[in-house]
């Protein structure tokens, strides 16, 4: 900022010790190997709720609001490809759904792999490779591929937007 004599002016030094304490707290607070374990173990703890049907932790790992959505694809929908937009539309389906004991795969086992992080102050992405396996046959259920973006809501990662695309099994 230049004064009236055409020299820089005592703002500039100002705002720069105005920013430098901010940009020093961002950088401490994020522990980018605490963020991804933290987004990992929501990630499983959704998973894990909802091949058990407990609809109270599996409802608690997603962000409650109208901006949530989903789209799957799954060769088994009839429709093949299911879409919510917004977290209400998805809820009272699953909460019907887990109180009828109709959830396939209860006995999925999942592992992933090829993870990608992305992860900007509250707000992260996060990409896998699924495989889910029935963990009392070994049979392969299904591959996937998944994306899930993530924001924080009181210091806890939740689920904003998760996508899955499970790949055609291959005909025997």
Known sequence: MKNRTGKLGAGIPVLLLLLLPACGRQAAVLDPEREKAAIRDVIVKETTAYY?????????TYVAKPYFREHGYWDGYP??????????????????????????????????????????????????????????????????????ILEKEKGEWKIAYLGFYYLPLEKK
């Open 52 to 60: 058990k049907q407990d609809y109270a932790t599996w409802k608690s």
């Open 79 to 148: 429709e093949k490809v299911r879409i919510y937009n917004s977290f209400a539309e998805l809820d009272s389906l699953k909460k019907k759904q887990f109180d009828d004991n109709k959830t396939v795969w209860q006995t999925a086992e999942v592992t992933r792999s090829n993870e990608n992080f992305r992860i900007y102050g509250d707000v992260a992405w996060y990409t896998s490779d699924q495989v889910s396996t029935d963990r009392n046959t070994g049979k392969l259920l299904g591959k996937s591929v998944d994306i899930r």
